[in-house]
């Protein structure tokens, strides 16, 4: 099957510094690119998302850019806080149903 | 509005029995999915339902079954448990129109010994 691959499988930052996490796909028919949040025991939850036409999405703190010919996007938080502190996966889909392939996910810390 | 729920929230069964895991959709979300979430294999897609078809399906043995009903809610069954099959299982349903957006449940906890 298809693979994300997902870097860098930790992440520690100071509160207030960004941090990026990136993915990398391969099947060039992959047309959307959702980002989930799960915090420790509970259910992955949808931050951000962004579909193929588009090269970049922001909401507040945190932004997701596409680039379709390296097949990479990036997931960009600025301004970490510590409730920031999750593990972030990538996932993409290529279109038709519901069926998303995640990545290997990225433990993000935010330190005080 | 609810949220997905799904039931049992926590279960323990031994090699070679069987489970059936329920999952009740975000009303008015027709479509179903389920994930299987390990340490090792992170989370993987086992199935989709879309009135009362199923519309997708991962990689995985033939002991994995779906079904949804005429109200969305759907249950999956895992037949001839392996010590390999304890896991986190998540429901996500999704509303339509909105493809890929998947609110997920809290899932079923699933522990083969």
């Known amino acids: 099957g298809e693979n994300v691959e997902q870097h860098p499988s930790t992440l520690s930052v100071q509160e207030g510094d960004s941090a990026v996490i990136k993915c990398t796909y391969s099947?060039?028919?992959?047309?959307?690119f959702p980002w989930y949040k799960q915090e420790l025991g509970k259910r992955p939850q949808l931050i951000i998302d962004?579909?193929?036409?588009?090269g970049e999405k922001k909401d507040q703190r945190i932004a997701v850019t596409l680039n379709k010919t390296a097949k990479h996007f990036s997931l960009h938080i600025t301004e970490t806080q510590p409730e920031d502190s999750a593990v972030y996966f990538c996932?993409?889909?290529?279109?038709?149903?519901?069926?998303?392939?995640f990545g290997t996910g990225t433990q993000l810390k935010v330190e005080l | 509005k609810a949220g997905v729920t799904q039931t049992p929230r926590y279960l323990i069964k031994t090699r070679g029995q069987q489970v059936t895991l329920s999952c009740s959709p975000i009303s008015g979300h027709r479509s179903v999915s389920w994930y299987q979430q390990t340490p090792g294999q992170g989370l993987q897609f086992l199935f989709e339902?879309?009135?009362?078809?199923?519309?997708n399906k991962g990689n995985f043995p033939g002991r994995f079954s779906g079904r949804q009903f005429s109200n969305s809610r759907s249950e999956m069954n895992v037949s001839t448990l392996e010590l390999g099959d304890s896991a986190l299982y998540l429901c996500?349903?999704?509303?339509?129109?909105?493809?890929?957006?998947?609110?997920f449940g809290e899932g079923s906890r699933l522990t083969v010994l």
């Open positions: 996500a349903s999704s509303p339509q129109g909105r493809t890929g957006e998947l609110f």
């Open positions: 099947d060039s028919a992959s047309n959307y």
């Open positions: 962004i579909r193929s036409n588009v």
């Open positions: 996932a993409w889909s290529e279109g038709g149903g519901n069926k998303l392939t």
């Open positions: 339902y879309f009135s009362e078809t199923q519309r």
